[in-house]
């Protein structure tokens, strides 16, 4: 079944932020838009040039009202420690989640059960705390920033634009579609 418009599951997690332990619970995504950026594990290689790609592209992400959430199944304590030693992940403002439950990769079905790792899965969250944009990669392809960027731009665009599709290769500003009889066989 795929999780395209369902609403995240429950859960409860720690997170290292900003020099700080926090909790992050399902009712913190209502009213924004969230991803939830899972890698299979810290202190490791791809992992963080995709942290840092996004840690890179972080003010471009808060412009469009949203909010980034790094999950990994291992621990905040984890998360505190490969932060305060990569120069790569130091440059993270976003929370890092831990999930060593594995409750949360178990609800956005990316868990690697034989491992207790996550795979590498990308999920786009609407303010009702729906999903909208699932991407998942092979644990040896590393994820684009700009392109989830512009996936996240589509999505907004079609949630405040209700009667309106955003075609292949669509950015920010170029023209969109309007389904209708008279489009049938003419794209």
């Given at each position: 079944?795929?999780?395209?418009?369902?609403?995240?599951?429950?859960?409860?997690?720690?997170?290292?932020?900003?020099?700080?332990?926090?909790?992050?619970?399902?009712?913190?995504?209502?009213?924004?838009?969230?991803?939830?950026?899972?890698?299979?594990?810290?202190f490791t290689?791809?992992?963080?040039?995709?942290?840092?790609?996004?840690?890179?592209?972080?003010?471009?992400?808060?412009?469009?009202?949203?909010?980034?959430?790094?999950?990994?199944?291992?621990?905040?304590?984890?998360?505190?420690?490969?932060?305060?030693?990569?120069?790569?992940?130091?440059?993270?403002?976003?929370?890092?989640?831990?999930?060593?439950?594995?409750?949360?990769?178990?609800?956005?079905?990316?868990?690697?059960?034989?491992?207790?790792?996550?795979?590498?899965?990308?999920?786009?969250?609407?303010?009702?705390?729906?999903?909208?944009?699932i991407e998942?990669?092979?644990?040896n392809v590393?994820?684009?920033?700009?392109?989830?960027?512009?996936?996240?731009?589509?999505?907004?665009?079609?949630?405040?634009?209700?009667?309106?599709?955003?075609?292949?290769?669509?950015?920010?500003?170029?023209?969109?579609?309007?389904?209708?009889?008279?489009?049938?066989?003419?794209?």
């Amino acid at each position: 079944m795929s999780l395209i418009n369902t609403e995240v599951k429950p859960f409860k997690a720690t997170a290292y932020h900003n020099g700080k332990f926090i909790d992050v619970t399902e009712a913190d995504l209502q009213g924004k838009w969230s991803v939830f950026f899972f890698y299979p594990a810290d202190f490791t290689f791809i992992c963080p040039t995709e942290l840092g790609d996004l840690a890179d592209n972080y003010a471009e992400f808060q412009k469009l009202g949203v909010e980034i959430y790094a999950v990994s199944t291992d621990t905040h304590f984890t998360h505190k420690a490969w932060h305060d030693s990569s120069e790569t992940v130091k440059k993270l403002q976003f929370p890092m989640v831990g999930d060593p439950t594995l409750t949360i990769s178990r609800n956005f079905e990316v868990l690697i059960e034989e491992a207790g790792l996550a795979e590498r899965g990308t999920f786009v969250l609407d303010p009702q705390g729906k999903i909208q944009i699932i991407e998942l990669n092979a644990g040896n392809v590393g994820r684009d920033a700009n392109e989830l960027l512009r996936k996240i731009k589509a999505a907004q665009y079609v949630a405040a634009h209700p009667g309106e599709v955003c075609p292949a290769k669509w950015k920010e500003g170029e023209g969109t579609l309007k389904p209708s009889l008279d489009l049938v066989g003419k794209i």
